[in-house]
């Protein structure tokens, strides 16, 4: 069946000027041309929508989130309580929300027992409505870093997957994802905001260790990405070879620069630190946590405008999944994005064409082009004169299948 997206305003990613009364043709899951209406013939038969006062553009793609999690306070202890197949189920539901909400893509950045392969494999066999998903297994970090549990000896977790010590056991831990299903590894080269006991200035996977998995992704094309906070863990994550950095806390020039020669993304996650230090202890956040974000908050603000200003690519994530982050309301990244001295349209090509590129799908989605899926959003008014209109997203489709 062929439809036709008609009339409306056409920003297609790639940053140019909007198109005015624009005709998207779509021929059963793919663009088959775009461009101005008095440039396209309608053909005969088409399922024709109108578009009239809308403004048309890709789906966004989000590319940090956690689907396991549903963006509670603290999940650490639920998570010894729930049982993996029940936090699959609830995965498929938070995939569910953020395509609803204009989200047709999303890279997950770590679960437990490959929940997020699983619902990538339900989606994709058409079980589960959901997302493209690109997914990367377990994360890996170190004994007692961010991404281990931090609970008495006498208490026992049953999964230690992902945690390692030493370059050996980070090449295994790194084939052992592939084996599973992963698409990207995931890194954590410092300590984080929401794990006890740890310090997100303070490197943990070492040169080596990081090295020796990102080697074993690159032997098959695949990409990888660092949740890097602080300066060291982020230069030697970049020296090793990661495609991007997480959160980007604590950037100086001399990993600005880095950062540059070796085309390496940010993706920022403004919403997870926002998040937290807006709510703060009173809604249940626990207050190491708190405390850290508060004391990043402004230096991250500061990071994201450098790296910005200096040319980095930035890619839009939100770490959906954290503290009052919650699935469906990732267009809140845009508007943090644009607070800290985006434009709009550097907004929308960050959570399109950028992040497309970054998950290496940029031959198939994030800007409306022939030959790619017709992945299409679409909302009332302009969200070049307002980002936040994004977060209503009224008009969703994905290869071409109205949602």
């Given at each position: 069946m062929t439809k036709?997206?008609?009339?409306?305003?056409?920003?297609?990613?790639?940053?140019?000027?909007?198109?005015?009364?624009?005709?998207?043709?779509?021929?059963?899951?793919?663009?088959?041309?775009?461009g101005c209406a008095d440039s396209i013939e309608i053909p005969e038969g088409a399922e024709v929508v109108d578009m009239t006062g809308k403004t048309i553009m890709p789906g966004m793609i989000d590319c940090h989130v956690h689907i396991g999690s549903g963006g509670e306070a603290s999940s650490e202890l639920q998570n010894l309580k729930e049982l993996i197949p029940y936090k699959a189920l609830k995965a498929t539901t938070h995939a569910k929300k953020a395509l609803d909400a204009g989200v047709t893509a999303l890279r997950d950045m770590g679960e437990v027992g490959y929940i997020d392969v699983a619902v990538k494999k339900a989606i994709t066999a058409g079980l589960y409505a959901g997302p493209r998903l690109m997914v990367s297994g377990h994360g890996l970090s170190i004994?007692?870093?961010?991404?281990d549990a931090h609970f008495i000896p006498e208490v026992q977790v049953t999964s230690k997957v992902g945690v390692v010590d030493g370059a050996d056991a980070a090449r295994k831990a790194a084939r052992e994802q592939i084996k599973h299903g992963a698409d990207v590894l995931k890194l954590c080269a410092t300590g984080?905001?929401?794990?006890?006991?740890?310090?997100?200035?303070?490197?943990?996977?070492?040169?080596e260790e990081m090295k020796a998995a990102i080697d074993e992704f690159k032997k098959l094309g695949k990409a990888s990405a660092a949740?890097?906070?602080?300066?060291?863990?982020?230069?030697?994550?970049?020296?090793?070879?990661?495609s991007s950095i997480e959160h980007g806390f604590f950037l100086d020039e001399e990993a600005i620069q880095m950062m540059l020669d070796r085309d390496v993304y940010l993706v920022p996650t403004l919403t997870a630190v926002h998040g937290i230090v807006t709510h703060g202890v009173e809604a249940g956040i626990p207050e190491y946590a708190v405390n850290k974000a508060r004391k990043a908050q402004e230096a991250h603000i500061d990071s994201f405008k450098r790296a910005k200003a200096a040319g980095v690519k930035i890619a839009?994530?939100?770490?959906?999944?954290?503290?009052f982050n919650?699935?469906?309301e990732n267009a809140q990244e845009l508007a943090l994005m644009v607070k800290a001295g985006m434009s709009e349209m550097e907004?929308?090509?960050?959570?399109?064409?950028?992040?497309a590129e970054l998950l290496q799908m940029e031959k198939d989605i994030g800007t409306i082009e022939k030959g790619k899926y017709a992945d299409v959003i679409a909302?009332?008014?302009?969200?070049?004169?307002?980002?936040?209109?994004?977060?209503?997203?009224?008009?969703?489709?994905?290869?071409?299948?109205?949602?």
């Open positions: 036709v997206l008609k009339g409306g305003c056409l920003i297609d990613g790639n940053g140019s000027l909007p198109v005015e009364n624009a005709v998207i043709v779509i021929e059963e899951e793919r663009i088959k041309e775009v004994t007692g870093g961010h991404g984080g905001v929401m794990s006890e006991g740890t310090e997100p200035g303070a490197q943990q996977l070492t040169y949740h890097a906070q602080g300066t060291q863990g982020i230069k030697e994550a970049i020296r090793a070879g990661i839009m994530g939100t770490d959906a999944g954290t503290p919650y699935h469906g907004a929308i090509v960050a959570t399109t064409k950028t992040a909302v009332e008014g302009s969200p070049l004169d307002d980002i936040t209109l994004l977060e209503n997203v009224e008009f969703v489709m994905k290869g071409g299948e109205m949602v």
